[in-house]
């Protein structure tokens, strides 16, 4: 049984930082692109970041760019996102998911391209 389960959500302000951890298990992680989406209330799920199965290759959504960090570590079965200068509209719940997908990174903003998804954590950053 194929389970993600994220962790590391809070409340912070505005400037402030957070690192999310998404635990996996069930799957073999190394050959599973991840992903960040978020969504907020009323809106839809969008894309946050991607990173290959190996860790090489990155993609960020323009809204997180040069402020959030997607990285994994496949000894831990883990997938991160180091988020910093945090604004307001970052406010949101934060999903991890993994994807067997042999699809480019560009492809991989679209959720139907992930398989699995986690339970999400709540990311709520005041002004």
């Known amino acids: 049984q194929v389970q993600l389960v994220e962790s590391g959500g809070g409340l912070v302000q505005a400037g402030g930082s957070l690192r999310l951890s998404c635990a996996a298990s069930?799957?073999?992680?190394?050959?599973?692109?991840m992903g960040w989406f978020r969504q907020a209330p009323g809106k839809e799920r969008e894309f946050v970041a991607t990173?290959?199965?190996?860790?090489?290759?990155?993609y960020y959504a323009d809204s997180v760019k040069g402020r959030f960090t997607i990285s994994r570590d496949n000894a831990k079965r883990t997938v991160y996102l180091q988020m910093n200068s945090l604004k307001p509209t970052d406010t949101a719940v934060y999903y991890c998911?993994?994807?067997?997908?042999?699809?480019?990174?560009?492809?991989?903003?679209?959720?139907?391209?992930?398989?699995?998804w986690g339970q999400g954590t709540q990311v709520t950053v005041s002004s």
């Open positions: 998911a993994a994807s067997q997908r042999p699809v480019s990174a560009v492809l991989l903003t679209i959720k139907n391209m992930y398989g699995y």
């Open positions: 069930g799957l073999t992680f190394s050959r599973y692109a």
């Open positions: 990173i290959s199965r190996s860790g090489d290759n990155t």
